[in-house]
């Protein structure tokens, strides 16, 4: 056979193998891609709601402005009348955007303090105020009017230089009153002027300029079809700068998409089924119960305890999915102290029982058959599976009953963050009782929260993993 003849052979084949791994603009083929393992093992993520809507910090910020002027909602427009000038609107508010005393730094240093191994940021929600200068959104970005910074720019080189942290940006698709959105709502979206002219030129400017880890998609108000989703994502997975590493989420369409294709699923805000799923999911949930940007009307009472975060935590990763935890900056750029406690207190857990939650997989059992208020989660070692029981109630009794272990002779149980083990004897067929000597206060590992790790067990085998 010539030379030629090889070559030109071998051409053919390597094409058609680059051509059976490029992912074609329909969902059959997005969701057949891989998610890259690094998001799996990360677990835990923080996530920041910032934008316009912190000047007024008021309700359920962020959605203030549709609330406002498109719901007419009372306590809006009441709020709105009494505190503001006649004829005041919405973009009054942009110039009291200042974010003077942001300091991508000091945020950087806070989100690495809270163990989380991602972040996400809103570069833009609904109200369509982009925090990068976006040149589809003229005098409405974060460069043109109130910091007159590219804040996304300054966000993705601090959390580059200073921390471990993937970085992941959050776009909303549409925006509440953007003429060209509303002209394609009021047509039954068979117009399609707005994602050629504004959508799509802001998510290649965010991939191709900042190139995040993860593409957190929301505001999906219409059908895939009108957004072009699948074309986007082939493009993404295919051809962008991000492609062998990106993630993406499920928020494409609002024509039954989310919860059944994309990346990982999120189904709903605060998403947290409590049993495990079948692909893999997200709980982005917030640490004010009430809204996700910052309110200045805020109470200790309307936060999340840290036995609650705790809960969060273990009950979301032991059904398999990442955790992404909210809060919300000022509008002068920075992190309240509240919010700031609570990062750093979870990031303490996660030092001592972190080995409970990053790359963890499912085990065969998500909370005990016995006792309430313990989650399981699983991983390998070099000793064979180790299965980590997350007790949220400290014991009343010196024992603890665990209705889902097989224990062996060969059965090692120990405590994240306490030197020495601890004794057990079985129970029956199946469980375990650990023997808990009295521990000193100052000797216990955490404040919330403890996790015993059992190695050598009958039934240590993970569920599955994604």
């Known amino acids: 056979m010539k030379t030629s003849t090889v070559l030109l052979c071998f051409t053919l084949i390597v094409s058609a193998y680059i051509c059976d791994c490029q992912y074609q603009p329909n969902w059959s083929s997005i969701d057949s891609r891989p998610l890259p393992a690094w998001y799996d093992e990360a677990k835990v993520g923080v996530f920041m709601t910032w934008g316009v809507y912190s000047v007024p910090s008021f309700g359920e910020t962020a959605w203030l402005w549709a609330f406002w002027q498109r719901d007419h909602v009372k306590p809006y427009v009441d709020y709105m009348t009494k505190n503001y000038r006649p004829g005041f609107t919405y973009a009054d508010f942009a110039p009291e955007f200042k974010a003077e005393f ?5 945020w950087a240093e806070i989100i690495e303090a809270s163990g989380a191994k991602y972040f996400v940021i809103t570069t833009k929600h609904h109200e369509g105020y982009t925090l990068w200068p976006s040149k589809v959104s003229f005098n409405w970005n974060a460069m043109q009017v109130g910091p007159k910074r590219d804040l996304i720019g300054e966000l993705a080189t601090a959390i580059r230089n200073k921390t471990s942290l993937h970085f992941g940006l959050y776009h909303s698709l549409f925006a509440w009153f953007d003429p060209l959105y509303v002209t394609d709502k009021s047509n039954n979206f068979k117009t399609q002027l707005y994602p050629p002219a504004k959508a799509w030129p802001e998510l290649y400017e965010l991939v191709n300029n900042y190139k995040p880890e993860i593409l957190w998609s929301d505001g999906d108000a219409g059908p895939d079809w009108y957004w072009n989703s699948t074309k986007f994502l082939a493009w993404l997975y295919n051809e962008s700068p991000v492609k062998d590493y990106v993630v993406t989420n499920d928020r494409w369409g609002n024509n039954g998409i989310m919860c059944h294709h994309g990346g990982y699923y999120t189904c709903a805000d605060r998403y947290n089924p409590g049993k495990l799923q079948n692909h893999k999911w997200e709980n982005a949930m917030t640490l004010d119960r009430v809204a996700w940007a910052y309110r200045r009307t805020v109470k200790l009472s309307d936060l999340l305890s840290m036995e609650e975060l705790i809960y969060e935590i273990a009950s979301t990763v032991s059904c398999g999915g990442n955790i992404l935890v909210n809060v919300g900056p000022t509008a002068w750029g920075t992190i309240v102290p509240i919010f700031e406690q609570k990062l750093r207190q979870m990031g303490e857990w996660l030092k001592v029982n972190g080995e409970a939650i990053y790359g ?23 000793n064979g599976t180790a299965v980590y029981a997350i007790v949220l109630s400290w014991p009343t009794t010196n024992t603890l009953t665990l209705g889902a272990p097989i224990p062996t002779s060969g059965t090692v149980v120990t405590m994240l963050g306490y030197a020495g083990s601890f004794g057990f004897k079985g129970i029956g067929q199946q469980g375990i009782t650990i023997r808990i000597p009295v521990i000193p206060f100052y000797e216990m590992p955490c404040q919330w929260g403890w996790v015993f790790k059992m190695e050598g067990l009958k039934n240590a085998a993970s569920k599955r993993g994604f």
């Not at 942001?102 to 000091?106: G, I, Q, S």
């Not at 909370?367 to 989650?375: E, I, Q």
């Open 360 to 382: 963890t997989k499912p085990w065969s059992h998500q909370n005990d058959t016995v006792t309430k208020h313990v989650w399981y989660t699983s991983k390998k070692t070099g």
């Open 102 to 106: 942001f300091n991508p730094d000091e």
